[in-house]
């Protein structure tokens, strides 16, 4: 799926897997809607840890695999906290 908009995501696919062959990544869209923070294992994350103008939550009912070709810049890491909080959320999620 091919989106013209540019989006946010965090990138969680692990670098122990990345293969030149393939050009793409797993990973966890960012949205602006607030209300799905309600949602067990999404995470909500603030403007230090994305980034972003305005608050917003990893949606980990949303992975997606991204072309390499799409990322345009990256705007910074989660710390360690959110990071396994993000985890978690798609243990949860992917019953791992």
Same mark, same amino acid.
């Given at each position: 799926?091919?989106?013209?908009?540019?989006?946010?995501?965090?990138?969680?696919?692990?670098?122990?897997?990345?293969?030149?062959? %393939?050009? =793409?990544?797993?990973? !966890?869209?960012?949205?602006? $809607? *607030?209300?799905?923070?309600?949602?067990?294992?999404?995470?909500?994350?603030?403007?230090?840890?994305?980034?972003?103008?305005?608050?917003?939550?990893?949606?980990v009912y949303d992975v997606q695999k %991204?072309? =390499?070709?799409?990322? !345009?810049?990256?705007?910074? $890491? *989660?710390?360690?906290?959110?990071?396994?909080?993000?985890?978690?959320?798609?243990?949860?999620?992917?019953?791992?």
């Amino acid at each position: 799926m091919r989106v013209d908009k540019l989006r946010p995501a965090v990138v969680v696919q692990t670098d122990a897997v990345r293969e030149p062959r %393939v050009r =793409s990544f797993l990973v !966890v869209p960012l949205t602006s $809607r *607030l209300h799905l923070e309600g949602l067990p294992g999404n995470v909500r994350l603030d403007t230090r840890s994305t980034g972003l103008p305005k608050p917003s939550v990893a949606n980990v009912y949303d992975v997606q695999k %991204v072309l =390499s070709t799409d990322f !345009v810049e990256r705007l910074g $890491r *989660l710390d360690p906290g959110r990071q396994q909080a993000l985890d978690d959320g798609l243990r949860l999620v992917l019953d791992l």
